[in-house]
């Protein structure tokens, strides 16, 4: 199969995904919501990024734009935030199963145009969601959470091959 390593990287993507979102499905939404020192004032709002760039990009992909209204108008609790996060990532996974990566994305974002594959917009979103993973990480710790995944791609191998 031609996407076979963009649909392994999608499969590693939710694992790593879920494996915050059990952690984090634990913690008091208190400290979720609380504010410190990082790239997105609190862990919460990190996830809103994540979830975003899911979305929006997966939305781009199949030509709706960029609609992340659900997100912007979100009014749920921190355990239904990683739920629908949760669902995106296996959306964003279905698409990358189910398309040919190699079509090309046109689209114009400030005033540019641009046409991008497929199979790197993916590439993208998964390693945007690796990036700011680390991210949660730090913040985790600074919070004094010790229940930390570990969501490297040689963890996820070693429990799957």
Request: glycine content about 4%; cysteine-free.
């Amino acid at each position: 199969m031609r996407n076979q390593s963009y649909v392994d990287f999608a499969i590693y993507n939710i694992w790593a995904n879920n494996k915050f979102i059990d952690a984090l499905s634990n913690i008091n939404e208190e400290l979720l919501n609380q504010k410190i020192e990082a790239s997105f004032p609190s862990i919460i709002k990190t996830i809103s990024h994540l979830w975003m760039a899911e979305m929006g990009w997966l939305s781009r992909l199949q030509d709706k734009g960029w609609e992340v209204s659900e997100i912007t108008n979100f009014s749920g609790n921190a355990k239904e935030q990683l739920k629908s996060w949760q669902k995106t990532s296996a959306a964003f996974k279905s698409f990358v199963e189910n398309q040919d990566l190699e079509q090309k994305l046109h689209f114009d974002h400030k005033g540019k145009s641009y046409s991008i594959p497929f199979r790197e917009i993916a590439q993208t979103v998964f390693t945007h969601g690796s990036y700011h993973r680390g991210q949660l990480v730090m913040m985790m710790r600074q919070l004094g959470i010790t229940n930390i995944p570990k969501t490297d791609y040689i963890e996820w191998v070693r429990q799957n091959v």
